[in-house]
């Protein structure tokens, strides 16, 4: 399945943060979202074959890389009260148009 | 860009009942569509999935959703609920792309809450 570290996070304002993921075996896409609370995931972009391959209403201090072992990152600089949330990450297969991604336990993030 | 709404923010159900929730979208072109459910603690978990064909698609533990193109629906039924499926069920839609994925748009989820 899909894994994330870590579980939680707490930052101070300002500070930059770095999320993991490791994709299910043999998925070459990897989605990030952002959860507030009581609301949808919210995508924020998407990593296909290492490269960025779309990205939502997002800054740019909102960054990504997926590398070829199955794993990703998302980076957040400069951070903001409002990033506290919980991001989950996605994986899936694209060799279609009948791609279904498959979520992660998610990481909660708090800004203080 | 395509959007979600569910309409139901909030169900509380007794054991037994029967229950729908409602979902429907904004994209005049092909959508794939999906429900996602989310239990206490867990996390979010695929129930069901439409692509095409048969409109009426049946998930995991019991569910079932009906797409309904000329209303752009895609309604999640189960005829009788347990306790344990008191969790967030969140509809959601992509846009299908050949050969690369799509960001999913999901609505902002249903909490059910199932009375013994």
């Known amino acids: 399945g899909v894994t994330q570290s870590p579980t939680h996070l707490i930052k101070t304002r300002g500070q930059q943060v770095t999320l993991r993921c490791s994709s299910q075996s043999g998925h070459n896409t990897v989605s990030w979202y952002q959860q507030a609370l009581g609301q949808g995931p919210q995508f924020i972009f998407q990593?296909?074959?290492?490269?960025?391959?779309g990205r939502g209403n997002f800054p740019p201090r909102f960054s990504g890389l997926q590398f070829p072992n199955d794993s990703s990152e998302l980076n957040v600089n400069a951070l903001e009260l409002d990033d506290s949330a919980l991001y989950l990450c996605a994986s899936s297969w694209s060799g279609g148009n009948t791609d279904t991604q498959y979520f992660g336990p998610g990481t909660r993030l708090t800004v203080l | 860009a395509q959007s979600v709404s569910q309409h139901n923010h909030h169900v509380i159900l007794s054991e037994a009942a029967s229950l729908e929730l409602g979902c429907n979208y904004s994209y005049g072109g092909t959508v794939n569509l999906f429900w996602y459910v989310q239990y206490p603690g867990q996390h979010l978990q695929l129930l069901l999935k439409y692509f095409s064909g048969d409109p009426l698609v049946k998930g995991i533990k019991g569910f079932e959703a009906e797409f309904i193109k000329s209303k752009f629906s895609f309604n999640l039924r189960k005829p009788s609920v347990q306790w344990s499926d008191t969790a967030e069920y969140f509809c959601a839609v992509n846009v299908p792309q050949t050969g690369t994925a799509s960001k999913l748009t999901f609505g902002t989820g249903t909490r059910l809450q199932v009375m013994l």
């Open positions: 990593y296909y074959r290492e490269e960025e391959n």
